[in-house]
């Protein structure tokens, strides 16, 4: 079932309805995205709430997703938690926009139409780090030559069987 996440929904028939939405969507379903991230598995689980505000509709965004993203600093895939939390104005025409509430961010929906999907993209579009890094560095793979710690506490024991086998 795709709770109707993918085609367009009328923004006043979800405000005055009072209408909540809760959906898993499948990340390899987000064209946008999909092209940041080192895998296309996994989903992203969704909360949309929507009511009207002083005439306009309002859309409340939970988002939570784990993405795979490549690390800029050793180039290899790393996790990423999204859990982000934000209001939205759903606006028909740019002009509205100028007369909302300022600390709002408002979404423009042409014809008054909005894809659940879309909203849920740009929420996770706005999450990702422009340079996506592994957030210790010695959790990067293959950057450093500098001995790791296993490899230093191995060498002994190496050593001594080694001169096991020769006495
Ligand atoms: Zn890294």
């Known amino acids: 079932m795709t709770a109707g996440w993918s085609r367009p929904i009328d923004v006043d028939r979800l405000a005055d309805g009072g ?93 008054g139409q909005v894809v659940l999907s879309d909203l849920v993209e740009e929420e996770l579009l706005l999450a990702v780090p422009l340079v996506p890094r592994h957030q210790i560095e010695s959790e990067c793979s293959g950057a450093e030559p500098e001995p790791h710690e296993d490899a230093v506490k191995q060498t002994p024991f190496a050593g001594l069987g080694e001169l096991l086998k020769r006495s």
Not at 35 to 40: M, Q, R
Not at 64 to 80: D, G, N, V
């Open 19 to 111: 209408e909540v939405r809760e959906f898993n969507l499948p990340l390899r379903d987000l064209p946008r995205l999909v092209g940041s991230l080192a895998s296309k598995e996994g989903s992203a689980h969704c909360l949309l709430s929507f009511k009207r505000e002083r005439r306009f509709p309002v859309a409340d965004i939970e988002v939570q997703a784990e993405l795979t993203l490549i690390c800029q600093r050793c180039m290899q895939p790393m996790q990423f938690l999204v859990n982000e939390r934000s209001r939205v104005w759903l606006v028909s025409e740019p002009g509205a926009a100028d007369r909302l509430e300022a600390g709002i961010e408002p979404v423009l929906v042409p014809q």
